[in-house]
């Protein structure tokens, strides 16, 4: 059963059912960091009670990427498991720690905060409801009963970067997403290294709207870039994809998606997309709140899950030779020799490259 409320109706929400108490244990002094590198088993799940999921979003369902990805994986994990979902939308920051608070009232066995910006709250609210996981998606937290689940999002950017390095013919790509914090930073880093390791002359630019969904912005910050001789642009952008993805289009330069496959929404710009299916990465986190299995880390999926993390259809425009350093490098990371982390220089955020 799927249940949508808006910010009103949800404080005054209050429907009973019957819940695990879920008791989990982790190592909270020292989180560490897990590579998935196969998708769980639902042979041992037990459907005999009703298993309840929440999520908190900050932009809408229909965006066709960030936010409608995460709904989708809620929704896909509360059908298998047999279980019951919520969501409510449009949550701005001043509201993520009641928003959370109030689904863990309601005996949520697992409340979801759909982005690094959910972090802090999850952070703080955590403490105060014990017998409720709290899962950030795209974060980078780790506690007794709180964990983060990002795709490999260095492994993307990368690859990423290394298409636009190699397409680009004014020397200039940017790296455009909404707002600033660790994973969105680390995002644009990836970009830029992989950008520079097949372009030692490009220059990259990283833009950043405000706003995740705003039309108007994305469609703006893309003019403003192009203005400046951007002639490719990787974005990080929910509602405003669309904008950024067809202004390409619409300037005669070219593009990268994210989320999903975004060919079809500029295809004469998106070059390819970095197809990251952050609702696959929540319904396995699902699975092992509800067999008891989840640890307080942080898990990390990368492109040896290909059901979740993969580059998306290549256009016809990629000359062969871009394609095949695209799989060359692939290769590289499946075998382990490109690796990634996030490390710091001087006090800032960056990613370390290891091969």
Not at 122 to 142: E, K
Not at 161 to 186: D, E, R
Not at 279 to 297: H, P, R, S, T
Request: proline fraction near 3%.
């Amino acid at each position: 059963m799927t249940k949508k409320l808006n910010r009103r109706s949800f404080i005054c929400y209050g429907s009973v059912t019957l819940v695990t108490s879920l008791l989990l244990k982790a190592c909270a002094d020292s989180p560490s960091t897990v590579i998935l590198t196969e998708n769980p088993s639902n042979d041992s799940i037990d459907n005999s009670e009703t298993f309840k999921i929440a999520i908190a979003l900050p932009g809408v369902i229909t965006d066709g990427g960030w936010n409608q990805s995460g709904y989708e994986g809620v929704k896909k994990a509360a059908e298998i498991l047999n279980g019951e979902m919520i969501y409510v939308e449009n949550i701005a920051q001043p509201d993520q720690v009641e928003t959370l608070s109030d689904f863990a009232r309601k005996d949520y066995d697992l409340v979801v905060g759909h982005g690094g910006q959910f972090d802090a709250a999850i952070q703080q609210v955590a403490s105060q409801f014990p017998n409720t996981f709290f899962l950030g998606v795209n974060g980078n937290i780790a506690g007794e009963n709180y964990a983060s689940v990002t795709t490999n999002y260095f492994q993307m950017g990368y690859l990423a970067g290394v298409i636009a390095g190699l397409m680009t013919k004014t020397n200039k790509v940017a790296y455009l997403t909404g707002l600033s914090f660790k994973g969105t930073n680390l995002q644009g880093k990836a970009f830029e290294l992989g950008a520079k390791s097949v372009n030692s002359s490009v220059e990259v630019v990283i833009s950043y709207t405000g706003d995740f969904n705003d039309i108007a912005k994305g469609k703006e910050a893309t003019l403003a870039l192009i203005s400046t001789g951007v002639d490719v642009i990787y974005h990080l952008l929910d509602n405003a994809a669309p904008a950024v993805l067809k202004t390409a289009q619409e300037k005669g330069i070219y593009a990268v998606g994210n989320t999903t496959d975004q060919l079809d929404v500029a295809p004469k710009a998106v070059l390819t997309s970095a197809v990251q299916d952050v609702g696959g990465a929540i319904a396995y986190i699902a699975n092992l709140v509800k067999n008891n299995q989840v640890k307080g880390e942080k898990y990390i999926l990368g492109i040896e899950n290909p059901d979740i993390t993969k580059l998306g259809r290549f256009n016809d425009v990629l000359p062969e030779e871009v394609k095949q350093k695209v799989e060359e490098v692939q290769q590289q990371m499946l075998a382990g020799k490109l690796k990634f982390e996030d490390c710091t220089e001087s006090g800032r955020d960056k990613v370390c490259v290891q091969k």
